[in-house]
């Protein structure tokens, strides 16, 4: 009798095992909150944070577990004239007219820092999963709504961000469920000086502490100990639709990634161009990236994203659960076979 009493008491215990295991599966939802323009998104250990009410956009990627944290500003957006001819932005390109004569008008700028725009907030546009309550997505947008510079009185610029659980597949751009933030930059009525330069958008990317690693698309390292202001690197392509500036510490990588193509509307069909990268630091620990798109009519859209591809957030801790779990079933076997 006190045998049985035994095995049914490891029964009991294994039960409740599995029972937890599921509990605790089932507790990681991803939510979601928004206040004063501040949305906050969480699933398990991941949190990120997107601010449009502060002096400029910014994202903010925080791994609880491990304190791995990093930050993208989306500082503003520059016209600038490729006087090398290399594709991307150089700062000693922003002087546009500096070969030509100006025309007869007052001098405008050829940049528009972030901090000048007043967004609103759109909302939340949720999914679930078919049938029941749990949220598989989330999307919501900024939309510029006042822009203090006269200048840009017409232009348009709108955020729109997506976070998944499940991997997605957004125009060849996989987005990572769980753990990456995709936000789409539309763009519309640029008020272009001249009729053959660029605009590039500037990303500023933050590792927590400066004894992160970080590197371009091709593993490169980026220099930033050093101000190389002036001497911006021209990042090459991999060929991939998904580049990515990789961001290391903690045991943790994240990245900050960038589409090398971005979808024109061109007479109400859209094309694809090539977008390419370059950058720079002030010797602050913050990269300033920059990303050179041509010269558009109708609207333009970029894919842009951020987050960590590490294995164990995205599958989350109910391997190891379970993993534990069948290692005491065995030990209870073991055990009950040496009673025997």
């Not at 206040?35 to 990627?61: E, R």
């Not at 996989?174 to 330069?197: C, H, I, S, W």
């Not at 593993?219 to 190389?228: A, D, H, M, R, V």
Request: proline fraction near 3%; include cysteine; charge should be negative.
């Amino acid at each position: 009798m006190n045998h049985k009493a035994k095995i049914f008491g490891l029964s009991m215990m294994l039960l409740m095992l599995v029972t937890l295991t599921q509990v605790s599966a089932d507790a990681k939802v991803l939510n979601y909150q928004e206040q004063n323009k501040l949305v906050t998104l969480t699933y398990d250990s991941v949190t990120i944070k997107v601010n449009a009410g502060g002096m400029v956009p910014k994202f903010q990627y925080i791994e609880d577990k491990s304190d791995f944290e990093f930050n993208v500003m989306f500082k503003s957006v520059i016209e600038y004239l490729d006087f090398n001819e290399d594709g991307v932005f150089q700062y000693n390109e922003t002087s546009i007219w500096k070969d030509d004569p100006m025309p007869p008008m007052p001098p405008q700028p050829n940049s528009l820092a972030l901090s000048s725009v007043r967004w609103v907030f759109g909302g939340f546009d949720v999914e679930y999963l078919t049938g029941t309550d749990e949220v598989t997505a989330v999307h919501f947008n900024f939309t510029s709504d006042t822009i203090m510079d006269p200048f840009f009185s017409d232009f348009e610029i709108e955020l729109r961000v997506h976070m998944y659980l499940d991997d997605t597949i957004v125009d060849g751009y996989q987005v990572l469920g769980k753990t990456e933030l995709k936000f789409d930059v539309a763009m519309n009525n640029y008020p272009f000086q001249r009729n053959d330069t660029y605009l590039a958008l500037r990303f500023d990317i933050t590792p927590l502490k400066h004894t992160y690693m970080l590197n371009d698309t091709n593993g490169l390292i980026c220099e930033t100990k050093s101000n190389t202001t002036g001497e911006e690197y021209r990042v090459e392509s991999t060929g991939d639709i998904k580049q990515m500036y990789k961001i290391s510490g903690e045991g943790v990588e994240g990245h900050f990634a960038y589409a090398k193509q971005a979808k024109y509307n061109v007479s109400n069909t859209y094309q694809y161009r090539t977008v390419n990268a370059s950058h720079a630091s002030l010797g602050d620990g913050t990269l300033q990236t920059y990303l050179s798109f041509e010269q558009f009519e109708d609207e333009v859209v970029y894919d842009p994203s951020l987050g960590t591809d590490d294995s164990i957030l995205r599958t989350g801790s109910l391997e190891l659960v379970v993993i534990g779990t069948g290692a005491l079933m065995v030990l209870g076997l073991v055990l009950l076979r040496r009673r025997k």
